[in-house]
Every structure is written in C-alpha cells, then in structure tokens.
C-alpha cells in the first residue's frame, strides 16, 4: 500500500518510493537521506501534527508537514 509521509501514524514504517518535490525542497530531503529505497520508521508528531519526527538511516530527523507530503512510500506491514 503506498501513502505519503505526513499520512504515516505513530510507528509505521516505510520504503521511500519516490520524491515528488521539485528544486530546493528535492535537494534538501536528498541531503537529509530522504532517498528511494531508504526504510522510514515514524517516531512523533507535534501535537497539531507538524513538525514530525523520523528515524532514517540510523538517525532522528525533523520534517515540516509540507516536506512530508513530497515522500511517497511503501508501507511496510
């Protein structure tokens, strides 16, 4: 099942698919280790949902809400 990053609850976890952004934001997520094929484990949500906390590669990033809306993945079960 594919759905974006911002969809993901607590503790799901996730292949990155595919970026959608485009220009600086693309090359911002890359940077960060927000690549295809990267494993994507959800950790927290700021109360109003934004920012969010994940776990890639091995370390705790912080992404705004409109970051995680470029991310689609592929939920792993």
Not at 42 to 49: E, I, Y
């Amino acid at each position: 099942m594919e759905k974006f990053l911002n969809e993901f609850g607590i503790g799901e976890r996730g292949i990155v698919k595919k970026i959608t952004a485009e220009g600086k934001i693309k090359r911002r997520l890359f940077d960060m280790g927000v690549t295809p094929r990267a494993e994507i484990l959800m950790r927290k949500a700021a109360p109003l949902g934004d920012p969010i906390e994940v776990n890639v590669r091995g370390y705790e990033l912080t992404l705004r809400k409109s970051e995680a809306q470029c991310v689609l993945m592929e939920v792993i079960k």
